[in-house]
């Protein structure tokens, strides 16, 4: 059974930085598009950042520019999401998913088209 794992949320305080990891099991994410997707109290579900099965394309949403980073690493079956600068506006769960990559918008499909999802991870901005 396809499983993704999100780790590594906690409760920071603003200005500072958490490191995610989504690890799966019983398939390659090598072969699959990346998507990291959050959900904050009261909003809908959106697609932040994610990398193209290639490596060649990576995207981040406006609002994470400059501050989180995606990467991977082949030999863990893991893919990170560096978050740098935590502010409030980022307090969410935050869930990773596999699937396909949307060339023509240079971003991973939407919520609804990706294959595979971790069950999420809270991140919590405080101080």
């Known amino acids: 059974q396809v499983q993704l794992v999100e780790s590594g949320g906690g409760l920071v305080q603003p200005g500072g930085s958490l490191r995610l990891s989504c690890t799966a099991s019983?398939?390659?994410?090598?072969?699959?598009?990346i998507g990291w997707f959050r959900q904050s109290p009261c909003a809908d579900r959106e697609g932040i950042s994610g990398?193209?099965?290639?490596?060649?394309?990576?995207y981040y949403v406006d609002s994470v520019k400059g501050r989180f980073t995606i990467s991977r690493d082949s030999a863990k079956n893991t893919v990170s999401l560096q978050m740098n600068n935590l502010q409030f506006e980022d307090t969410a769960v935050y869930y990773c998913?596999?699937?396909?990559?949307?060339?023509?918008?240079?971003?991973?499909?939407?919520?609804?088209?990706?294959?595979?999802w971790g069950k999420g991870t809270l991140v919590n901005i405080s101080s």
């Open positions: 998913a596999s699937g396909p990559w949307c060339y023509k918008y240079g971003r991973p499909a939407g919520e609804h088209e990706m294959d595979y």
């Open positions: 019983q398939i390659t994410l090598d072969y699959y598009a």
């Open positions: 990398v193209s099965s290639s490596d060649e394309e990576t």
